[in-house]
């Protein structure tokens, strides 16, 4: 798997952050790519997905402080995370999952199967 984060770090609450994930094993436009995280004591929850239909899917909890972008050139996928709380404090991973052509796909965990090694995220009030 190749599949490796940046962009973590300590911020302020209502700061923001960018992660990235980069991958030379990937032509990310082929797979389903996603965002997740994982607080301490708690499971790994979805961000964000884009499929290889190009359709972004949030998860509900998620809406409104997190974009998700992929840079097909670059083969890059960005998460924008704007107004942090300290309960955004988790680590972040990135993950793919090989996927047909025009598919969607679901911000589960479970669903996908190459993970990155996580980029931690710790947000201050």
Not at 108 to 121: E, K, L, N, S, Y
């Amino acid at each position: 798997v190749q599949l490796v984060e940046s962009g973590g770090g300590s911020v302020q609450a209502g700061g923001s952050l960018r992660l990235s994930c980069a991958t030379s094993r990937y032509v990310i436009s082929r797979y389903c790519m996603g965002w997740f995280r994982q607080a301490p004591g708690k499971q790994r929850e979805g961000i964000a997905v884009i499929g290889t239909d190009d359709t972004t899917t949030y998860a509900d909890s998620m809406k409104g402080r997190f974009t998700l972008s992929r840079d097909s050139n670059r083969n890059i996928l960005d998460l924008q995370m704007d107004n942090l709380t300290p309960a955004d404090t988790a680590m972040y991973y990135c993950a793919a999952d090989y996927q047909t052509s025009g598919s969607s796909c679901r911000p589960h965990p479970h669903d996908f199967a190459d993970w990155g090694q996580g980029t931690q995220v710790t947000v201050s009030s």
